[in-house]
């Protein structure tokens, strides 16, 4: 590296802080992923302050002195381009972690572990009460986070631009707009045609294993850098370049499809590049783009006949399913009005999503209490989805909010029209569907991984799916996958 200034270059400085930072973020990972998956509940106030001192020392390691001099320095150097790339990423971090008081981390680590024990404890017992304030603290957190990032701008859009770069929630409303209209309208008339097929039912435990070794063999993600674990809400985490770990419940043959989306989100942080571990580059460049990759493997690819074409047999083998593979078919794609989020089908999904966009949105910017988003939860649910949940199915179903993840949601629904638009691509370029009905699907890994997961965060999510697909975010491709889909299976009734 040549620096014109025959100064000591501060780069490798730089390079050392990121990696002890990261390393310091994995041990909070870890912590988390032991409280939703292991930790017993009385221990939420002691984990507390776990997460409280470690959120404390990363948050003084970005706020030191030393630190902004050596950006400052070493932004005059002359630069490789992986340099560029790390110091351009590593430049929007520190301006943004400057701006926030070491006692806010503090206090907002502390919350949020004991919300999330909260939350568990008001989900076991179906009681919102029991969460309502947590839920209040967390959103007055969030308000005064954005309030310290930016004042000019609706607290709702600082929060969602951390989340999806670029995005507002101006853009939102039109896209959302548009989905919930054609989605209804879809909605109405499939249910009519469709035929109705009870729920499969298989044993816990030999599905689990099924999924497993779906995992291990088929997706090639090796066990040794995978562990998988259950959980109240499914979830996926690195807390190293060689441990990821996923969640799911297991309980049912729809957790098939939670399994690989968090397999999805697992072959994601593997494929990423190695040359930039440490630093900000080894990471999706945004949150829909991340959750494209697990929904593009839920939905794209396994609710495609083309995939059960290739798997169907060895799956009926394993679970003792008497379906026939059209029956099959038609069960895991059936529009149904569910009232859980995980489990419902492509269509009632995005509804759900629009009914967590327009209650956190409103929450954050000051248009509704959170003591009252479970009565505002409902009324939406019976607007868009046809009925009231039951206090089983509620707001108490996502973490999400528990943990402070406003602006998370709208990802999803991005996430599926970006997995539209790669698997329309992937598809023309590789006739993914044909492999998939030979069960070959290591052309489908390889390719993902040279155009997306390699790339890193060396571009902005909506740059990249462009120079993927020749256009960037468009719903119109994704209601076009809808309609495709399911006029072929309304074919077969």
Not at 240 to 267: C, M, P, W
Request: one cysteine or more; aromatic letters at 12%; glycine letters at 4%.
């Amino acid at each position: 590296m040549n620096n014109p200034n025959n100064a000591k270059s501060e780069l490798p400085y730089i390079y050392d802080t990121l990696k002890n930072l990261t390393i310091l973020s994995n041990i909070s990972s870890l912590l988390d992923w032991d409280q939703n998956t292991n930790m017993p509940l009385l221990a939420a106030k002691g984990r507390g302050e776990q997460i409280k001192l470690i959120e404390s020392i990363i948050h003084k390691k970005w706020k030191s002195k030393r630190l902004i001099e050596a950006y400052n320095t070493a932004r005059k150097e002359q630069l490789s381009q992986k340099d560029y790339f790390v110091l351009r990423m590593f430049g929007k971090e520190l301006q943004k972690k400057n701006k926030l008081p070491v006692t806010f981390t503090e206090r907002f680590g502390m919350a949020r572990a004991l919300s999330e024990s909260a939350w568990q404890e008001a989900k076991k017992n179906s009681d919102f009460n029991l969460f309502k304030e947590h839920l209040k603290g967390i959103v007055n957190l969030k308000r005064e986070y954005a309030q310290y990032l930016d004042k000019k701008r609706t607290p709702y859009d600082v929060l969602l631009e951390e989340y999806e770069e670029g995005m507002t929630s101006e853009k939102l409303d039109k896209i959302f707009a548009y989905l919930k209209q054609e989605l209804i309208f879809l909605r109405k008339e499939i249910i009519p045609k469709q035929t109705f097929i009870r729920k499969p039912i298989v044993k816990r435990t030999e599905h689990r294993t099924l999924i497993e070794e779906f995992i291990e063999k088929k997706l090639q993600i090796d066990k040794n850098i995978l562990a998988i674990n259950v959980s109240m809400h499914p979830f996926t985490t690195r807390i190293s370049k060689n441990d990821v770990r996923i969640t799911s419940r297991f309980v049912s043959i729809d957790s098939f499809f939670s399994a690989i989306h968090e397999s999805g989100h697992a072959l994601y942080e593997l494929g990423l590049p190695t040359d930039y571990y440490y630093t900000q580059i080894y990471s999706a460049p945004s949150t829909g783009l991340d959750e494209s990759q697990a929904i593009l493997w839920e939905n794209n690819i396994c609710r495609n006949a083309h995939f059960w074409k290739g798997f169907y047999k060895e799956y009926k083998e394993k679970t003792n399913l008497t379906l026939e593979l059209e029956d099959f078919l038609k069960y895991i794609n059936l529009i149904k009005k569910e009232q859980i989020r995980v489990d419902a089908d492509e269509i009632n999904y995005i509804l759900h999503i629009i009914i967590r966009y327009e209650i956190e949105r409103d929450m954050i910017n000051g248009l509704l209490e959170p003591i009252d988003a479970d009565k505002e939860w409902n009324n939406k649910c019976e607007e868009l989805l046809g009925r009231k949940p039951t206090i089983h199915e509620g707001i108490l179903q996502d973490i999400h909010w528990a943990e402070g993840d406003f602006g998370y949601f709208p990802t999803y629904a991005i996430g599926m029209i970006y997995a539209s638009q790669i698997y329309n691509t992937m598809n023309k370029q590789i006739h993914a569907d044909k492999l998939l009905e030979t069960a070959n699907y290591e052309p489908i890994l390889e390719w993902l991984k040279e155009n997306i997961y390699s790339k890193g965060y060396t571009k902005p999510a909506e740059e990249l799916v462009k120079e993927v697909s020749g256009e960037k975010l468009n719903p119109k491709v994704f209601i076009d996958y809808l309609k495709e889909k399911y006029s072929k299976l309304l074919l077969k009734n």
